[in-house]
């Protein structure tokens, strides 16, 4: 139980082209999302938590314009990169949890973004 | 501030057994985690600790001491396969979960 999926699993784009990544909770309700980006040889970085039918919490420093998180439904949470650039470049990975005790997290496979 | 401090990276032989450490200044604690990622994947779930003492789970045991601020994750019968990162991550008071770096772990033959 407890599986969380991500699509796509790898995506190159050209500069200034969007991006969707989607999330999905495939066997719970997901009350809170989390979307964390990763780059090489790096720790994660949260970028925004996002709780069902709210607006995500943007982490320091990240842009709420350029990195877009919808969280719809209990099963679903999408973060779209806006006007892609190069140095957006990363590893993005979600996680999510049943509840609102955010020590059972559990991870997406991650999505790999070249933006060319 | 919230800091987590690991080795950055370890060099381990086939069989043996490492131990990785793990120090923590918080905001505030809710739990204390062990992950292992291996490149190009996302984390995988190892441990949580949030009682002082030894938590064992097959080859793999998480010790805590809130006292001291410190974990580690003890590998035993290390095998080819845990060459991986392994992410000590702490949830603090708003059980956000802050991460450390990540300590690489290289094991030869």
């Known amino acids: 139980g407890a599986v969380v999926s991500q699509h796509p699993s790898r995506v190159i784009c050209k500069s200034g082209t969007s991006v969707k990544i989607e999330c999905r909770s495939l066997d719970f309700q997901a009350t809170t999302m989390f979307w964390y980006r990763q780059f090489p040889k790096q720790s994660l970085m949260l970028m925004a938590t996002s709780n069902e039918g709210s607006k995500a919490t943007y982490e320091q420093g990240v842009e709420k314009d350029k990195f877009l998180i919808n969280h719809a439904s209990l099963t679903l949470s999408t973060l779209t990169v806006t006007s892609a650039h190069p140095e957006d470049s990363s590893f993005y990975i979600c996680?999510?949890?049943?509840?609102?005790?955010?020590?059972?997290?559990?991870f997406g496979p991650g999505t790999r973004l070249t933006v060319l | 501030g919230q800091n987590i401090d690991q080795p950055t990276e370890m060099t381990a032989t086939e069989g043996a057994i490492v131990q990785i450490n793990c120090t923590y200044q918080?905001?505030?604690?809710?739990?204390l985690f062990w992950y292992q990622q291996h490149a190009g994947e996302a984390p995988t779930f190892l441990s949580y600790?949030?009682l002082d003492g030894l938590e064992e789970k097959g080859r793999f045991s998480s010790f805590l001491s809130r006292s001291k601020g410190y974990s580690y994750l003890l590998l035993k019968e290390l095998q080819m396969k845990d060459s991986a990162s392994y992410l000590c991550?702490?949830?603090?008071?708003?059980?956000?979960?802050?991460w450390g770096a990540g300590t690489k772990l290289i094991i030869k033959p």
């Open positions: 996680s999510a949890t049943p509840g609102r005790d955010y020590n059972e997290q559990f």
């Open positions: 600790n949030v």
């Open positions: 991550a702490v949830s603090d008071s708003n059980y956000q979960l802050i």
């Open positions: 918080t905001s505030g604690f809710n739990g």
